[in-house]
């Protein structure tokens, strides 16, 4: 069943087209990391989705329907930080679970396993003037685990978190997919990342940009980055990249 389908989506700021009639779809339940050169309007579809852009042509539908973020259960963590500076830690990953009046049960529990899951369990009662970079982007992907999201959004969301953290929180969204198959669209400029986390990977071109190549990422789980397999998928990953 298809989760969100795109048609003939274009977008243009001016006369610079980013996003070129693209159509694709994605199905209910599937992990699509989408990548390509730097500047090819990633983001700029995200934005479209979630209705941040008004698009000039075509149609992004959930479930069948024009998107409504009142209806639609959709978390989106941007590649900027998305804090409330007035809440402490605690307070802003629970701001979406109140919104969905979560039982005070479920909150304090989901609360508590996110805080834990992005290691700011120790720094709930801060604000986030108290906290470093890669803390306030933490803060950020916890709110967006604890609604438990029917889609989830997902725009560079590791770049500035250290190596390790990267990692367990990679693999932690991989386990979370596989336990609740929420349908998540992640884009990356990291063609590794990519390879060791999706299901479907799409590869778009330079602007004005259409989709070059979409398929499926046969690799079992969990995936070695250093087996041959996974190196030769890299490979054709950064080809389908190259535009010079």
């Not at 690799?219 to 389908?240: G, S």
Request: glycine share 4%; with cysteine.
């Amino acid at each position: 069943m298809s989760k969100v389908e795109v048609n003939h989506l274009t977008k243009s700021f001016g006369s610079l087209k980013v996003l070129d009639d693209i159509s694709f779809q994605v199905n209910d339940g599937d992990f699509l990391c989408i990548v390509g050169p730097t500047g090819c309007g990633k983001t700029t579809f995200l934005n479209s989705l979630v209705k941040l852009y008004d698009i000039d042509d075509g149609e992004i539908l959930i479930n069948g329907e024009e998107v409504d973020l009142n209806k639609h259960s959709i978390a989106y963590i941007m590649q900027e930080y998305s804090t409330m500076s007035w809440l402490t830690v605690k307070e802003n990953v629970q701001f979406g679970m109140k919104v969905r009046k979560f039982s005070r049960e479920k909150l304090n529990r989901k609360t508590e396993e996110v805080l834990r899951m992005v290691g700011l369990e120790k720094f709930a009662d801060y604000y986030p003037e108290q906290l470093s970079a890669s803390m306030l982007q933490r803060v950020s992907i916890a709110r967006a685990f604890a609604v438990e999201p029917d889609l989830l959004l997902m725009d560079e969301p590791y770049g500035q978190l250290d190596l390790e953290l990267r990692f367990r929180l990679e693999d932690e969204l991989i386990r979370i997919w596989q336990e609740t198959k929420t349908t998540i669209v992640f884009i990356t400029h990291n063609i590794e990342e990519a390879v060791y986390m999706s299901q479907r990977i799409m590869v778009l071109t330079n602007k004005p940009t259409k989709v070059k190549e979409d398929f499926v990422n046969p690799l079992p789980l969990p995936r070695n980055v250093t087996e041959e397999k996974f190196i030769e998928m890299r490979n054709k990953v950064t080809n389908l990249i190259k535009w010079w």
